[in-house]
């Protein structure tokens, strides 16, 4: 490892990653493990003036995803690199890949292969539907799974169609659930001494994070609908406009709710036959949301905010993406990590959420350029000067 990746001191420094991904679940996963300290190598294809379906690599996409890693060409399908690859195997702790599910049996790197050059390896696979069942070999996408997975059922305006939410979260979600089963296998091998297979998918992601609406229909048999800006059962919880823009309002239980009521000076409503209780408010959600507005419009975003969050009502300003990171809160937490690019220069990427008093995350390195460690990593593995010109002559790397 070069001196500008030295781990010493994180969570995750002892450990050693392959990174076979592409696109985003996958990254997203490796990134998790990268940003924690483990020495993660993105193994990729010898030059062939393709991009990756993120985008250039200098774009703010890539760049994002693939901080803290080193990068290595390889040719799987080359009998040489086949065997450079079993050579990484058995030094490494963990394999991640989001092949399609035959894929990586045609590569040898599926678990049982990799199981025989080293009992101990992770492998951490994505997939869109799962490793197996009927639909196993279909592409996954982020918006399939969305789709399939009820979320855009239930997200958008009541009677307008369906609707993806702004970001990949089955990406994402599938991302962070497979580094943390990556993690569980981790501490499992301490008792056992061997590996495993953790898998995770854009499906499975995306149907955990329905939570309670998915929970309303396995337990009561109710099928959630779309319901636009307002809370499906939190009730008033909405969007607001003020006499400058809009607000979110979001107020649960009666407590909350009747101190709602006294700061929009409106105690009337508590008494209010059709707002008294929240089933009934519920029912009159849109007259509710009618007589609430009223009020809210008569003064600005700042007053409505400042108000109800003293008052002990959550509140809050519905912010664009340069609003969000000038947030002083925002920018207290850092959400903004800089890295020093040596082309690029420097810029922010996105930090992670997760902190530890003692052992923090980092981001050490940008994004590597392609084949930028190819000869050190040869070294590390023994290969002399004479070998490694010779697989960058033939293509192996």
Sequence with gaps: MTESTQTTGTPLSKIKVLDLTRVRAGPTCVRQLADWGADVIKIELPPDGKEDLVGARHGFDFQNLHRNKRSLT????????????????GQSDVVVENYRPDVKFRLGADYESLAKINPRIILGSIS?????????????FDQIAQGMGGLMSITGEPGRVPMRV??????????????????????????????????????????????????RYLKDGEVPVSTGNDHPTGIPTGVFPTSNGHINIAVAGRVIYERF????????????????SADVRSKNRVEMN???????????????????????????????????????????????????????????????????????SSVRTATPEHGEHTDSILAELGY??????????????
């Design 166 to 215: 702004g970001i990949p979260v089955a990406d994402l979600c599938a991302g962070f659930f497979c580094a943390q089963g990556i993690l569980l296998a981790l501490i499992e091998r301490e008792e056992s001494g061997k590996g495993q297979w953790v898998k995770s998918s854009l499906l499975e992601a995306q149907i955990q994070m329905l939570d309670f609406q998915a929970a």
């Design 290 to 360: 009618a007589a609430i507005s009223a009020i809210t419009a008569t003064a600005t975003s700042e007053h409505w905010i400042q108000l109800l969050n003293e008052a002990g009502c959550p509140c809050g300003p519905i912010n664009s993406m340069d609003q969000v990171f000038a947030d002083p809160q925002v920018q207290h937490l850092q959400m903004g990590a800089p890295v020093d690019h040596p082309i690029l220069g420097r810029f922010d990427v996105v930090n992670q959420s997760i902190k530890l008093s003692r052992t923090p």
């Design 128 to 140: 869109g539907f799962g490793q197996d069942g009927p639909y196993a070999s279909r592409p996954g």
């Design 261 to 276: 009521c006294h700061a929009i000076d409106a105690p009337h409503m508590i008494t209010d036959d059709r707002f008294k």
């Design 384 to 397: 002399d000067g004479e070998e490694i010109s010779g697989f960058h002559e033939n293509g192996v790397v």
């Design 74 to 89: 390889l040719d799987l399908k080359a009998r040489e690199a086949k065997e450079i690859f079993n050579k990484l195997v």
